[in-house]
């Protein structure tokens, strides 16, 4: 069956730390999300690409940055890690239809 | 500027029927979305609307008013395992453009 997976679950890192998050999807996607959730903002689009070499800023992209080798992994890179970016990160995909979002099951990443 | 607002709580009993409102502002419209969310897991689609009306999927059903800018979900036959939050999300009209804004949740209690 497809499913997009996202790993690690958990992390905790120490601030000024480089921390890369993995997103892999087997929909055969085209477009890729990443989004951080933390109480009372909802769900923030951080970056996202629509295509190989495709990548793009959300409203919350300071601090991050995204690559897109292949269809199937959009990885998260937090530069330099600080205790602002401690949240719930989630990838989500979606057909080029944009007919909804399929979204992992989340890294709750933590910067002390 | 682009905003979306849902209640932040709701508190409803088990068997009844409850509406979810949400209105949003954005820069153009080409569709909206409610996603269910249980705590600690990732959001799963529910609904998608893009013309004005009633959409129903068995005990779920979504209203859109594209001149009004409001949504509701309706939830009938309450159960516990309706105890979620519930996100609305609208994606903007510019052409290829497939991510979208959600609002902040409202958090529903189902009680016995």
């Known amino acids: 069956d497809a499913e997009i997976t996202q790993s690690p679950r958990h992390k905790i890192t120490e601030t000024g730390r480089q921390v890369t998050l993995a997103c892999h999807q087997t929909w055969n996607h085209n477009n890729m999300f990443w989004y951080r959730q933390d109480l009372g903002h909802g769900l923030r689009l951080i970056h996202y690409?629509?295509?190989?070499?495709?990548?793009n800023k959300g409203e919350v992209s300071d601090g991050y940055s995204v690559s897109r080798s292949n269809t199937e992994d959009l990885p998260l890179t937090l530069e330099s890690a600080a205790s602002s970016q401690t949240s719930v990160y989630f990838c989500?995909?979606?057909?080029?239809?944009?007919?909804?979002?399929?979204f992992g099951s989340g890294t709750r990443l933590t910067v002390v | 500027g682009q905003n979306i607002d849902q209640p932040t709580e709701m508190t409803a009993t088990e068997g009844a029927i409850v509406q979810i409102n949400c209105t949003y502002q954005?820069?153009?419209?080409?569709?909206l979305f409610w996603y269910q969310q249980h705590a600690g897991e990732a959001p799963t689609f529910l609904s998608y609307?893009?013309?004005?009306g009633l959409e129903e999927k068995g005990r779920f059903s979504s209203f859109l008013s594209r001149s009004k800018g409001y949504s509701y979900l309706l939830l009938k036959e309450l159960q516990m395992k309706d105890s979620a939050s519930y996100l609305c999300a609208v994606r903007g009209a510019t052409s290829g453009t497939y991510k979208y804004i959600f609002g902040t949740g409202t958090r529903l209690k189902v009680l016995a």
């Open positions: 989500a995909s979606s057909e080029s239809t944009g007919f909804g979002y399929t």
């Open positions: 609307n893009v013309l004005d």
């Open positions: 690409s629509y295509g190989v070499q495709d990548t």
């Open positions: 954005t820069s153009g419209f080409n569709g």
